[in-house]
């Protein structure tokens, strides 16, 4: 890993003006379907052609994949659209066959990154390809097994590396399908500022009234392009249904996402800024779950108060609360004018929301 500009290199020849766009349906499902999505993708940002022809599915029964006979139609689609191709492999056996069937992108799933055999055995077989390899992120939120991935097939001499952000699978239900979790790939965009990174907001959100929205906070945050499953009749694809756009919709997705301009006065000043400010938007985004979360607390402490009926206003326990702050504070560096404000702030606050448990009929 240490040569970093290698990586970024195979983005670079792409020569785009917009960010790096791999379009396609979930799974390719017949012939026709394949040259009807890549046909309608043709002259559009798209580079890519995407279609999952082995699928993991997380319960035997659903839809695995046309197996081998899509890379017939894959082929077909490449010559008659000048697309490049792109598709998941998870086995050895799946790298060979892509690698016959001259594919031009190979992924390697979510499920497959949390494998670190698979990821090796997978590394082991595209050796020194020239062929481009993205790597998703793993289906649990660690960042060191999709860290480990990305050093494994950097290790097998592919330099055309990049990686997949598809988000983290929760046992909590969440307006998500999987929860983004952003500060995981900002922090590996930091480690690797030049390893290209891509959303996938297709099953991120797992709904296609989220894919705008989702991607725009990609971009926001600077990631280099993504990956929007794409079907001629969404409703009845064979996987996925609900997360999928037509090649209409996703066209407009395009023309309503807004691409940051480049401003400042360098290169480097704007990706600098760039980056940092990523960083302060997560972190804020933090901060705010955390007050959100305190105030469930105080929410409780409500309760209680309110079952033993003691007042809400505890000024002992505040002045406490207050003198250990100013002094934690400090070892922070944050002045004590500003931990007073802050902390008389968050107490009014606290103290609104037992008042209206207390005085809850
Ligand atoms: C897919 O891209 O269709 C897929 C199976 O994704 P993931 O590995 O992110 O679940
Ligand atoms: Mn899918």
Redesign the pocket.
């Known amino acids: 890993m240490e040569n970093k500009k290698e990586m970024r290199n195979w983005l670079n020849e792409f020569n785009l003006t917009h960010p790096f766009v791999i379009a396609g349906p979930?799974?390719a499902e017949t012939e026709e379907q394949v040259l009807k999505i890549a046909h309608a993708l043709k002259d559009s940002d798209v580079s890519v052609f995407?279609a999952?022809i082995w699928?993991?599915r997380t319960r035997p029964g659903g839809f695995e994949g046309v197996g081998e006979i899509g890379l017939k139609w894959l082929k077909k689609a490449k010559a008659e659209t000048g697309l490049l191709m792109g598709t998941?492999v998870a086995t050895a056996a799946h790298c060979k066959l892509a690698l016959e069937a001259d594919i031009d992108v190979l992924?390697v799933?979510?499920?497959?990154?949390a494998n670190p055999f698979a990821v090796q055995e997978i590394a082991d077989t595209l050796k020194g390809t020239d062929k481009i390899v993205l790597i998703?992120?793993p289906?649990n939120p660690d960042m060191a097994l999709w860290l480990g991935g990305v050093e494994r097939l950097y290790a097998a001499g592919i330099k055309k590396l990049g990686v997949?952000h598809?988000?983290f699978s929760t046992y909590e239900k969440t307006k998500y399908r999987?929860i983004p979790e952003w500060q995981i790939p900002i922090e590996l965009q930091n480690k690797f500022p030049d390893l290209p990174l891509l959303i996938?907001p297709?099953?991120i959100t797992g709904n296609r009234d989220m894919i705008l929205e989702v991607t725009q906070q990609a971009l926001d945050l600077n990631y280099d392009g993504m990956?929007i499953?794409t079907h001629n009749d969404p409703d009845n694809a064979w996987?996925?249904a609900a997360q999928q756009v037509t090649p209409d919709a996703l066209k407009q997705i395009f023309k309503d996402l807004k691409i940051r301009k480049v401003s400042g006065d360098t290169p480097d000043f704007d990706n600098k800024m760039t980056k940092l400010r990523a960083n302060i938007d997560v972190l804020d985004a933090n901060l705010l779950d955390l007050l959100g979360k305190r105030m469930k607390v105080a929410d409780e402490i409500g309760q209680v108060k309110k079952e033993n009926n003691v007042a809400v206003l505890q000024n002992n326990r505040w002045n406490e609360i207050q003198a250990k702050m100013i002094a934690e504070g400090a070892k922070k560096g944050l002045t004590e004018e500003f931990i007073v404000r802050l902390f008389k702030d968050i107490h009014q606050e606290s103290i609104g929301h037992q008042e209206k448990i207390l005085n809850k009929l």
């Open positions: 979930c799974s995407r999952g699928k993991p998941e992924w799933g979510a499920r497959t990154t998703k992120n289906v997949i598809r988000g999987n996938d297709s099953h990956i499953e996987s996925d």
